[in-house]
């Protein structure tokens, strides 16, 4: 593991420190993420929802929000239609209950990942107009339907789409498009959630229906109630904690500890646990809600959002656990035979691996697995239909997808997502040759290498400084996730007073630490003791973190990396 501290403009740190009265280590670590200003110190101090960009900003928002008022106000049937992912999940949750709460008339679809894939579908098109439904909305999909949109308009149907995908450079043929990573749309912040585009056109839409009068004689939603979700999509789909999407998650974990949603509050308390944060919503119940798409239906989560009975809350909450057992299953096996198969494989920037074994809705969670292991892309595929596979890739930073794949796009049938994640098909005959030129790709472009493993370091960090202060100053920088990870610190020269190796399998490392006159706690999770032992000299990199202990509180130090320097 290679330590990097990372460059610090020392001018700007000190400006922020002496502006918003915080400790230096704390200004640094602001200006090592990004912030390159004074202004976007306050952005980023102070989160309120009063500074997410305006939704004029969204291409398109208005057109659509003009057509759904008008179906409003004609009664027609409306259909949220969603993925099958939490993010799908939650965002059509969201348009539905909202939809409901205003007396529109909506019903919902999501597709099954096994029998339909993802996407908007002829069949499903087909069977939202014997309903009667007369427009359509999507939500985290479309932005690649073409035939689907052009089937719809040809039925009379109109659609809508909102999503947040990587578009082509033509657009679908939809009433309109809402999606931050169009060309011609100039929101600033391209890298919302599906969800996160859905709540833009809930915020215009209660914009546009105060202005008619429609609250003067009904009570207004609040929006606010609706971040949960919001929440909830954004955090599993990992999208980075930044901008507008911090904001979200900050108020919707406010949301979610007090949720009025019978259905998600039922499955609070079914993980037995008192507060939600981004790591217990990652971790916890973001995988319950996916596992529904991935090895049953879909429905069982989103009814679960929109339930207000108990009763059936609870039963669905119990078939949610049985899916999620099942998935934990289905992925140990997997993996299991995955590395196995790389001990047979010869060494690649990016593997494409192959088993007719592997259910469709894991191999997402299998190539992200591969990934963090190996720290290499991952492509995992498994049959479609005959002589057709279904695939899902995973990729590190320095390899985005829609690159590589743009290079190999004439092998594959079809594929779309983002640039660390992709979903993507391709008869099976081209599999051997697709591996080839991805790989040739990246040996040609790749300017650095791409296998080390580096731990950047945020900032230097004096035992003097960690004190009540230290740990209030750290609060403004949460919520914690993915694009905003928690800061990594350098503390030098700590001598060890007591060193063990903890757990099960005894493969985790305890300290008992002194630094000038300060004796404390160390733990380093999943860290083997290379050479560690009384009286060692050690520098650390990780994060001091506040417990509680038998009603006591005292702060232990969490090492990521550790340097035996005696």
Known sequence: MVWKLKDIDISLSQNIQKNFN???????????????????????????????????????????????????????????????DADGITACALLVLFLKDIGADVTYYIPCRINEGYGLNISAIDKLKEKGVSLIITVDCGIRDFSAVDYANNLGLDIVITDHHLPEEKLPNAIAIINPKRKDCSFPFKELAGVGVAFYLLIELRTQLRKLGVFNNRK?????????????????????????????????????????????????????????????????????????????????????????????????????????????????????????????????????LYSSEWHQGILGIIASKLMEKFNRPFMIFTDAEAGLLKGSARSVESLPLDIILEQAKHLLVEYGGHKLACGLSIYKERLAEFSKVINDVVKKTLKEPLFCSYLEIDSEIFIDEIDNKFFEDIKLLEPFGFGNEEPIFLLKDVDVVNARSVGSQENHLKLYLKKANTFFNAIGFSLSNNGVSENSKLDLIGIPKITEYNGQKRWDFYIRDYMVKR
């Open 22 to 84: 915080i400790k230096r280590s704390i200004a640094e670590f602001l200006v090592t993420r990004g912030i390159k200003s004074l202004e976007e110190a306050d952005f980023f101090i102070n989160p309120h929802l009063s500074k997410i960009p305006h939704p004029d900003l969204m291409k398109d928002l208005k057109k659509a929000v003009d057509r759904l008022i008008s179906a409003i106000k004609k009664r027609e049937k409306i259909a949220i239609y969603g993925d099958y």
């Open 220 to 352: 207004e939603p609040n929006l606010r109630e609706y971040l949960d979700l919001v929440a909830i999509g954004t955090i599993a789909d990992m999208v980075p904690l930044t901008g507008p999407n911090r904001i979200f998650v900050k108020y919707g974990l406010e949301e979610i500890n007090k949720t009025k949603k019978r259905g998600l509050k039922i499955l609070r308390e079914d993980l037995l646990i008192d507060t939600l944060d981004v790591r217990s919503i990652s971790f916890r119940m973001a995988p319950r809600i996916n596992a529904s798409g991935r090895v049953s239906s879909p429905l069982e989560a989103l009814n679960l959002l929109l339930t207000s009975d108990e009763e059936k809350a609870k039963e669905l909450v119990k078939s949610l656990n049985d899916s999620n057992k099942k998935r934990q299953s289905l992925v140990e096996k997997a993996l299991t035979s995955a590395i196995k198969m790389l001990e047979d494989t010869e060494e690649q920037f990016i593997y494409c």
